[in-house]
């Protein structure tokens, strides 16, 4: 089967967790993976960027399917549901929210740049080595945040990957839950 440019995306993701690590700047690259999928729902009308170029979804698969770290069972039914998708669409979308307020108040002077990057939403993992003195502290603010979510639903991922089928965090990924509710409306919208 031929390969195409996009069949390698998941690198660019591997490349940005990685980037991520030594300089938390980079993680602002990540609202790409936000802004892309959610731009092509809106004016294609399809979930083309989960099926195709998401290279978080492509990652699970190299790491689960071709080095075999997947236990390549089916993901339990509750995944699936609408129930368990939109609530953690909702869970995910109020860390992020809150990770906006956060951003925020550091802009307006409210709080000081809090250098840590928070595992699962809970483990606070000190990111000391980072060097962001030379843009403003809410700039900063917000790689670690973003970081932050990027990471957690790495991990998540990466748990779901293990457990069940290589790209089982695709089933409740909030990206994808976004864009096939764009694309529903939209569709029905045609109709």
Known sequence: MKKHWYDYMWIVSATYLTLGFF???FA?????????PLCIA??????????RYCGRGQLFQVIGGNLGL?????????LYSKWFRYGFLTFFMTMFVLMLVSTYQVFAGAADLREVVKLLWVFKLPWNWTNT???PPWVAQFAFGFYSVMLTSTVLGMITM?????RS???YCPMGTMTQGICTLKNRSRE
Request: overall charge positive; aromatic content about 20%.
């Open 133 to 135: 003195s030379f843009v």
């Open 70 to 78: 997947s236990r390549k069972k089916n993901p339990p039914r509750f």
């Open 42 to 51: 809106v004016f294609v009308g399809n979930k083309s960027y989960c099926n």
């Open 162 to 166: 293990m457990l069940f089928k290589p």
């Open 169 to 171: 965090w695709c089933v």
């Open 28 to 36: 602002w690259l990540g609202l790409l993976c936000f802004m892309i």
């Open 23 to 25: 300089n938390i700047l």
